[in-house]
């Protein structure tokens, strides 16, 4: 969030200044409002894993009718079904800690043939695009940053924040990103990207070229263009 940049006449008197002085925290307030939101990304524990029999079957069909009611509650929005099985998922951060319990109870969840992250989001940039069966074909990654603390890398924290974001922002400038946002827990950040130049995209990010971030990338496909939520 930047501070507010304004012009001020050289002469400007003591009334002038006043109320600039009084414009400036509600400015300043108004640029913060807006729901923050969560990202749930829901996975396989092992890629390769397929379930094969009645037991594991009937934990599964639980599995999604617990998705769904959490979709038709409205505290999840399913942005795209990932490619080796599972999901991501956003939702109004108000809502993160009830999402965790009720996963935290999935059957598929505690016998660990699913995993879970959810990560509470600040400076989020973009639109949330809600998953739609007719974008099946739309090819997505999601990339998340992680942070890289150590020794060498605490040194450069401040210059490698800036210029990921700068990278970031030349990205979206181009319309190579649906959304971004930073973690809360200040454990690194996400993108949504299009393209299938996602690794050369990641691996340019100067703070991966410089050890400060790790990537990781998740597949995903049926995030639509239309009906977009903006963060």
Do not use: W
């Not at 695009?129 to 924290?157: G, M």
Request: with cysteine; aromatic share 10%.
């Amino acid at each position: 969030m930047g501070y507010l940049a304004t012009k001020i006449p050289a002469k400007a008197g003591y009334h002038h200044l006043m109320l600039l002085f009084l414009l400036m925290p509600v400015i300043h307030l108004q640029a913060q409002t807006g729901p923050k939101h969560f990202l749930l990304v829901i996975s396989k524990s092992n890629p390769e894993l397929i379930l094969n029999n009645t037991r594991e079957n009937d934990i599964y069909n639980r599995h999604r009718e617990t998705l769904q009611q959490l979709l038709n509650d409205g505290y999840l929005t399913l942005i795209g079904v990932l490619e080796q099985g599972g999901g991501v998922f956003s939702g109004n951060d108000i809502n993160r800690l009830h999402v965790q319990n009720v996963l935290d109870k999935d059957r598929i969840i505690d016998a660990g043939i699913y995993v879970y992250q959810i990560k509470a989001l600040d400076h989020e940039r973009g639109l949330i695009c809600p998953y739609k069966k007719e974008c099946e074909e739309e090819n997505y990654q999601l990339i998340k940053f992680l942070s890289n603390l150590n020794k060498e890398t605490v040194k450069i924290a401040a210059d490698m924040e800036y210029k990921h974001q700068l990278y970031l922002a030349k990205a979206h400038k181009n319309d190579q990103i649906l959304l971004s946002g930073r973690f809360k827990d200040k454990d690194g950040s996400f993108v949504i990207y299009r393209g299938k130049d996602f690794r050369n995209f990641a691996y340019g990010n100067p703070a991966v070229i410089n050890n400060y971030f790790i990537p990781e990338f998740f597949s995903f496909t049926g995030c639509s263009g239309t009906g977009c939520i903006a963060p």
